[in-house]
């Protein structure tokens, strides 16, 4: 049993910046890539940025320049700095990770809960 849970998320100004949080957590063995992703109200979820265990690094067109994509020093949790934040960034943030589950040593995809990010004019 893996749980992913997102917190930092909240209300901030256009222009200000946030930084998300995705703390793995349960039977992990090992995990490879994390990343984020976003759905707005009435959109589709949409790849916001990765990160390989290798430390690589990715990130959608719209995301280069702003936000910044890391790990903590036990692979275990994965964050997300937001800066010059605009009103069309608010949605829902959701954490996704490529997980070796420890109990069958099977690998499976885990997403969070998703954390709120509102964007004010």
């Known amino acids: 049993q893996v749980q992913l849970v997102e917190s930092g998320g909240g209300l901030v100004q256009a222009g200000g910046s946030l930084r998300l949080s995705c703390a793995a957590s349960g039977s992990i063995f090992s995990i490879s890539a994390m990343s984020w992703y976003r759905q707005a109200p009435g959109k589709q979820r949409e790849w916001v940025a990765g990160?390989?265990?290798?430390?690589?690094?990715n990130y959608a067109d719209s995301m280069k320049g702003r936000f910044t994509i890391s790990r903590g020093d036990d692979k275990n949790t994965v964050y997300l700095q937001m800066n010059s934040l605009k009103p069309e960034d608010t949605a829902v943030y959701y954490c996704n990770a490529d997980v070796v589950v420890a109990t069958t040593l099977r690998l499976s995809d885990y997403w969070g809960q998703g954390t709120q990010v509102t964007v004010s004019s």
């Open positions: 990160i390989s265990s290798g430390g690589s690094t």
